[in-house]
Nanobody
Framework: QIQLVESGGGLVQPGGSLRLSCVASGFTAGYTFMHYDMCWYRQAPGKEREFVASITNVYQTTEYADSVKGRFTISRDNWKSTVYLQMDRLEPEDTAVYYC???????WGQGTQVTVSS
């Protein structure tokens, strides 16, 4: 089955940067990573999981939540079956567990913690 493994989270000061990675594996039935749109979501303590960014499969069209527009950049490397989230100018409000998600099969990763604090 499809598996998503996130990495790159950690503790960073406000204004700092982090890059998250999500490596996908386990695709079958003739569909590979490059066939699917990929997303990042996040969930802060006591809050619901929310959409952060997405990137389509072929044309790599991106979408962002208003709260991260201009600060975060989603990208993908289809040869490495990996999706990235470059996060710049981080704010304390960005503190959350960040999850990778593949549309279609609707599979979630296990999440990686991002903490923005001085």
């Amino acid at each position: 089955q499809i598996q998503l493994v996130e990495s790159g989270g950690g503790l960073v000061q406000p204004g700092g940067s982090l890059r998250l990675s999500c490596v996908a594996s386990g695709f079958t039935a003739g569909y590979t990573f490059m066939h699917y749109d990929m997303c990042w979501y996040r969930q802060a303590p006591g809050k619901e999981r929310e959409f952060v960014a997405s990137i389509t499969n072929v044309y790599q069209t991106t979408e962002y939540a208003d709260s991260v527009k201009g600060r975060f950049t989603i990208s993908r490397d289809n040869w490495k079956s990996t999706v990235y989230l470059q996060m710049d100018r981080l704010e304390p409000e960005d503190t959350a567990v960040y999850y990778c998600f593949v549309r279609g099969p609707a599979v979630w990763g296990q999440g990686t913690q991002v903490t923005v604090s001085s």
